[in-house]
Every structure is written in structure tokens, then in C-alpha cells.
């Protein structure tokens, strides 16, 4: 069976955002409330070829003090083309949900559930905060122009956080200080996330 994933036209969503070909941009609930509403669910393997639509991404910086959880992608992973890149990034793609919770909460839930696909907590380990910060987009490169990210910060109770398949990637705990050694090999949306949400937080 094909899978269905969460994406809504490119021409509605610029129509609640303002454009920005590459960068970050800022968002309210109010708007992710009506980009759940104005989506639809189509075959993934279509959308990947359509520039008439974006598929909607939650894409999480995972975070713990003045630490963040760096990954390093494996060639174990599917998209070959993110390969050996560095990413600060949890999240996929979203899937059909039947449950009557509301649009923001629908989105918290997928976040989730990719989170805990990718991560597994230890006991007394716990998620304390998921916050929405804004989107990023990036139409500069192929693997990223038909997609756009809702940028999350989980923020977790301690650094008892482990990759599940570690044959498709690997992470360390980088204190903030410490994250820009390694910005010339982070993915771009890593590199959008950190310019302009990481790199401006106040200690």
C-alpha cells in the first residue's frame, strides 16, 4: 500500500506565510491551525514529484540546558542524499490520524510519535516542553524543495537520550558553544534552525 502523508498546496500555504525561497519564518497557532485544516493526505511517492505541493515536516531540535542533541547520518538511511550530514533535526513526514484531537495537538502527536521511532528515553528521563518556534523552508536544493518544516524545540529532563537504529545514525550532547564546528557539514534546515533560532538564544 502506498503511504499517505501530510501535505497542503503550495499556493494556500503561501498564502498563510509570507514567502521566503530559503530561511526561517515566522508562525502562530493560528496558522498551523489552518494548515491542518486546508491539507489533505496524498501518496508520498506522487508528492515527491510535484512542486504544486509541500509536504509538512515537524522538525524538532532536541535540547536539555545549554545542550543540544547532535545527530550524524549514517549511509544506513534512506534519503542518500543527507548521508554523512549533521542534523540537530527529529521528525518525518506526518500520517492519516482518525482521533477527534485538535489541529495543534495532531501535530504534537506525530511529533511524538516520530520522536519515540528515533529516541528512546531512559528511566527518569522525560520531555518537559515541546515549542513551536516557526517554519523553515529551503527551495535551493532538490531534496528539500517540496517539503517545509515546523520547527520545535523538545526540551528533555536529562541526556539519557539514545538513537534507536544506530546503523542510521549516531548523536553526542554539543553544548551550545560548541555547535558551530560543525555547521559546514549540517543538512541546510540544521543550518536554518541554528542560524536563527540556536545561535540567538540568550544563555
Known amino acids: ?5 501530510f501535505a497542503i498546496q503550495v499556493s494556500e500555504l503561501w498564502d498563510l506565510l509570507p514567502y521566503k525561497e530559503q530561511g526561517f519564518i515566522k508562525g502562530n497557532s493560528d496558522v498551523l491551525r489552518m494548515i491542518v485544516r486546508k491539507g489533505q493526505f496524498r501518496k508520498r511517492d506522487d508528492l515527491e514529484e510535484d512542486p504544486s505541493f509541500k509536504q509538512i515536516i515537524p522538525y524538532a531540535v532536541i535540547s536539555c540546558k545549554n545542550s543540544y542533541l547532535l545527530f550524524r547520518r549514517s549511509s544506513g538511511q534512506t534519503e542518500h542524499r543527507l548521508h554523512n550530514k549533521f542534523t ?25 510519535r516520530e520522536f519515540f521511532e528515533e529516541l528512546t528515553l531512559s528511566d ?8 513551536f ?15 517545509t518544516g515546523l ?9 539519557d537520550v539514545y538513537v534507536r537504529e544506530t546503523d542510521k545514525m549516531t548523536a553526542a550532547w554539543i553544548k551550545r558553544s560548541g555547535l558551530a564546528e ?3 557539514l549540517m543538512e541546510t534546515w540544521t543550518k536554518i534552525a541554528y542560524d536563527c533560532y540556536i545561535r540567538g538564544i540568550a544563555v
Not at 527529529?90 to 485538535?102: C, D, E, L
Not at 527518569?124 to 515549542?131: K, T
Not at 518556534?133 to 517539503?147: L, Y
Open 124 to 131: 527518569g528521563c522525560s520531555i518537559e516542553d515541546i515549542e
Open 133 to 147: 518556534i516557526g517554519f523553515i523552508n529551503d527551495e535551493t536544493i532538490p531534496v528539500s524543495r517540496v517539503h
Open 88 to 112: 540537530l533535526g527529529v521528525g518525518g513526514h506526518m500520517n492519516p490520524s482518525y482521533s477527534t484531537v485538535s489541529e495543534e495537538q495532531y501535530l504534537i502527536d506525530e511529533l511524538k
Open 151 to 159: 520547527l520545535y524545540d523538545i526540551r528533555v529532563s536529562s541526556r
Open 1 to 5: 500500500m502506498d503511504e499517505l502523508v
Open 182 to 184: 560543525f555547521y559546514e
